[in-house]
């Protein structure tokens, strides 16, 4: 499959909490990160469309980081497929990114090294 990708994607693992609905809220791990979305695992199928709300926090040696502050986001899942029996593949996208957060990105990006950028191409 040839795929074109407006942003590069960064190959990064961070912890993330994904709220679902109100009240209803699971935990995973990035699979990577671009400047309009990114991708998780997920241990439940979630619906192309639905919309998510996204913090992502800072680990520093496995640990979360509670000195630097969750980069809170909204998304939409672009799409989601099985990556076994238990897991699932999650493409989210963001949406209403204001220049706060995207600035707020834009250094987490930043901090990734280089190596890490997949082609987008």
């Not at 960064?10 to 979305?37: F, Q």
């Not at 991708?39 to 520093?60: K, M, S, W």
Request: net charge negative.
């Amino acid at each position: 499959m040839n795929e074109t990708r407006a942003h590069i994607r960064y190959e990064i693992r961070v912890s993330a909490e994904v709220h679902l609905a109100p009240g209803v809220s699971m935990t995973c791990v990035t699979r990577d990160l671009s400047e309009g979305g990114l991708g998780i695992e997920a241990d439940r199928v979630l619906p192309t469309g639905q919309a998510v709300g996204v913090e992502l926090f800072v680990v520093v040696d496995d640990i979360e980081d509670e000195s630097t502050t969750p980069l809170q986001l909204s998304a939409k899942v672009a799409w989601c497929r099985p990556l076994g029996d238990l897991a699932h593949a999650v493409g989210l996208q963001f949406v209403d990114l204001d220049p706060e957060r995207r600035s707020y990105l834009d250094r987490l990006l930043r901090a990734v090294p280089a190596a890490t950028a997949r082609s987008t191409k």
